[in-house]
């Protein structure tokens, strides 16, 4: 699993062409934002998957519902193999107003 920290959209672009040509496909790679409409904007933009229930499962995903946007973002994280150190880290990042991508195989 591979993790990095961007700026903005189009960075976030250049990487995940990146690693499409490395061999993952546009399914293996999460974008986080901490606004959830700014995370839905990029990744359809990007064509980079989001954290669902396939992920999470059903009551997980319920729960979210009610959380606030930085414990679901943790739980979204862990839930496709980040520790829970990783989760902590990139949310704190995601705060700062960067991006957190994720390829995941």
Do not use: C, P, W
Request: hydrophobic fraction near 40%; charged fraction near 35%.
């Amino acid at each position: 699993m591979d993790k990095f920290f961007l700026e903005n959209a189009v960075q976030a672009k250049k990487k995940i062409e990146e690693l499409v040509a490395q061999g993952y496909t546009h399914d293996e790679v999460y974008v986080f934002a901490h606004s959830e409409d700014r995370e839905d904007k990029i990744s359809d933009a990007l064509d980079s998957e989001q954290v669902g229930m396939a992920e999470m499962g059903f009551l997980d995903t319920m729960k979210n519902m009610f959380t606030s946007r930085g414990d679901t973002l943790r739980a979204q994280m862990e839930s496709i193999g980040l520790s829970k150190a990783e989760a902590e880290e990139g949310e704190s990042e995601l705060d700062k107003g960067r991006l957190l991508l994720v390829a995941k195989k």
